[in-house]
């Protein structure tokens, strides 16, 4: 059998200079182009406002990590939930549908059975015996016949 070597660490980036990788760099060089055009084309006050600005742009995408990950890919996630996000909202409207809610007679002379009501004890000790898968039996309530599939 063939012996392969495994490539590990594949999210660590190459460094090119000390500890400045590819990406970093052609981002830096991006950003000092544009300083550079800026001292051609404003005045000395301006360039200097501009360029400190550009200079703590740049150096935020180029060197900010959020959650491990590098900077433009929170601000390209960012964009893509603003644009599309995943929160779905239903605004149910009851006067867009027709539905009719018909009384049941639940009296003595009624052939319909009344509905059985737990009280919030007995759910609460349903609640433990399912949770428990049937360790628990309750308080030796008699009407109480379940069985656990194990």
């Given at each position: 059998?063939?012996?392969?070597?495994?490539?590990?660490?594949?999210?660590?980036?190459?460094?090119?200079?000390?500890?400045?990788?590819?990406?970093?760099?052609?981002?830096?060089?991006?950003?000092?182009?544009?300083?550079?055009?800026?001292?051609?084309?404003f005045d000395f006050s301006l360039f200097v406002t501009f360029g400190l600005i550009m200079l703590a742009i740049t150096g935020t995408v180029?060197?900010?990590?959020?959650?491990?990950?590098?900077?433009?890919?929170?601000?390209?996630?960012?964009?893509?939930?603003?644009?599309?996000?995943?929160l779905r909202i239903w605004y149910f409207k009851p006067n867009d549908?027709?539905?009719k809610i018909e009384k049941v007679n639940s009296g003595p002379g009624s052939k319909i059975s009344p509905e059985k009501r737990y009280s919030a004890s007995r759910l609460a000790q349903l609640s433990l015996i399912v949770?428990?898968?049937?360790?628990?039996?309750?308080?030796?309530d008699s009407e109480m016949n379940i069985s656990v599939a194990r």
């Open positions: 059998m063939q012996q392969f070597v495994v490539p590990q660490f594949l999210d660590v980036e190459d460094k090119i200079i000390g500890f400045i990788t590819t990406r970093q760099f052609i981002i830096l060089l991006a950003g000092a182009l544009i300083i550079g055009i800026s001292f051609k084309l180029a060197f900010l990590k959020i959650n491990g990950r590098p900077f433009h890919y929170f601000l390209l996630n960012l964009f893509q939930t603003f644009k599309r996000p995943k549908f027709d539905y949770d428990t898968t049937g360790a628990y039996r309750g308080e030796g």
